[in-house]
Structures are given as structure tokens and as C-alpha cells.
């Protein structure tokens, strides 16, 4: 099946600073991509929707500004975490869809913990 | 408001017995329901889905129902096999194309030798 990765698979950086979070697809390629985040006990959440070329559609509630996705090509997009605090410590993990509308193929997360 | 709930975060099972996880929506939009598999240090992987028009779908050892009246599904994998032992994510697309997917919490399954 399709593979997808992401990089780094974990990280903890200081309050303050930025992190990007790289998604690629390995062997195939993705002109849409899809963010999620999940903190403990809860489920995946939707953040954006990543488009090749375009600009990310942003869920409700989720600061674009502050989180920065970049489509730059059709096997990578990258989540940026601007000027991160604590309570944006969670594990971001993207997918791509599949060829059945309703499939998507995930990647293996990135925790971010922020001191 | 958790429109895809699985209220049992974990479950036990022996191996070779049938493994029954459920799962519980709100929204009687949603017009197909999936079932992922995820492993520690792995993404989730897509396992079985249902459309809403069907009330079950069969694949292999793992089967979903579909009661619409009662919004609920369930996964049926049997006969459970140790291999099986992970987080089983429920979740849900909505009518507005395949990102708006609603995830469960999850259920923890493990299956004993």
C-alpha cells in the first residue's frame, strides 16, 4: 500500500520557538494532504487540509497563523508550529487520501512536547 | 460536542473467541463509516468501512454492522488472533468529502495467547 512519513518523529523544543514537521509521500503523490492533532484521551482532530500549490484550508478554531503549512510539492507539506507554547505539545500526524474517496493513508505522528 | 464515540477504551480477548468493538455516533449525516488499525509508533491503517445504505460488510475475519436506527456500528474479528492487538480508531465522513472524517477515541485491543 501507499506509504507516507513523517519527520521528525518526535521533538521537544522550548516555548517560544518554531518546529516543522515534514509529511512526505514515499511512492506516490499527494495533491492533498490532511493535518491532525491529538491530545491524550482524546481523538484525531482534523486542523487543515493541505492543497499543492494553494493555500491550506483551515479548520474552525484553528489559528492559521500560527500553524503554517506549506504544499510546496506533490510528495511533501510541512506543518509548521509558530512561537509554540506548552499547550501545543500533542502528536500531529498527517495523511493522504487513498483511492477509494473514503481511504486515507496516515502517517506515523510526530510528538511535539513544548517546555 | 463528540459526534463518533467508543466508550470502552479498552478490551480484552482470548485468543481464537470473536473480538466485538463498538462504536456510537450523532450525526445521521455521516455516509460512511471506517474502521482503523494502528500500531505503537505507526500511523493508523485503514481496515474496513461500511456505506450507510448497508447494514453489514464482511471481510475476511473482520465483519462491520451498521444499525442506523440506533447509530451504532460494530467491528467483529473473528477468530481473534494475537497479530490483532492494537488501537482501533471508529470514524465517520460527513457530506463534505473525504477530509471531513470524525474519529473515535479509540479502544485498546488486546488479544491473549
Known amino acids: 500500500g501507499a506509504v507516507v512519513s513523517q519527520h521528525p518523529s518526535w521533538v521537544i523544543c522550548k516555548s517560544g520557538t518554531s518546529v516543522k514537521i515534514e509529511c512526505r509521500s514515499l511512492?506516490?503523490?499527494?495533491?492533498?494532504m490532511f493535518w491532525y492533532r491529538q491530545f491524550p484521551k482524546q481523538s484525531l482532530m482534523l486542523m487543515a487540509t493541505?492543497?499543492?500549490?494553494?493555500?491550506?484550508?483551515?479548520e474552525q478554531g484553528v489559528e492559521k497563523d500560527k500553524f503554517l503549512i506549506n504544499h510546496a510539492s506533490l510528495t511533501l507539506s510541512t506543518l509548521t508550529v509558530t512561537s509554540a507554547h506548552p499547550e501545543d505539545s500533542s502528536f500531529y500526524i498527517c495523511?493522504?487520501?487513498?483511492?477509494?474517496?473514503?481511504?486515507?493513508?496516515f502517517g506515523p505522528g510526530t510528538r511535539l512536547t513544548v517546555t | 460536542d463528540q459526534q463518533v464515540k467508543q466508550n470502552s477504551p479498552s478490551l480484552s480477548v482470548q485468543e481464537g473467541r470473536i473480538s466485538i468493538l463498538n462504536c456510537d455516533y450523532t450525526?445521521?449525516?455521516?455516509?460512511?463509516f471506517l474502521w482503523y488499525k494502528k500500531y505503537p509508533a505507526e500511523g493508523p491503517t485503514f481496515l474496513i468501512s461500511?456505506?450507510?445504505?448497508?447494514d453489514k460488510n464482511e471481510d475476511g475475519r473482520f465483519t462491520v454492522f451498521l444499525n442506523k436506527s440506533a447509530k451504532h456500528l460494530s467491528l467483529h474479528i473473528v477468530p481473534s488472533q494475537p497479530g490483532d492487538s492494537a488501537v482501533y480508531f471508529c470514524?465517520?465522513?460527513?457530506?463534505?468529502?473525504?477530509?471531513?472524517?470524525?474519529f473515535g477515541i479509540g479502544t485498546k485491543l488486546q488479544v491473549i495467547p
Open positions: 461500511i456505506s450507510s445504505i448497508k
Open positions: 495523511s493522504a487520501p487513498g483511492t477509494a474517496i473514503y481511504e486515507q493513508y
Open positions: 493541505s492543497n499543492e500549490g494553494s493555500k491550506a484550508t483551515y
Open positions: 511512492d506516490f503523490q499527494a495533491t492533498t
Open positions: 470514524a465517520a465522513r460527513g457530506t463534505g468529502g473525504y477530509q471531513k472524517v470524525t
Open positions: 450525526n445521521s449525516m455521516f455516509d460512511y
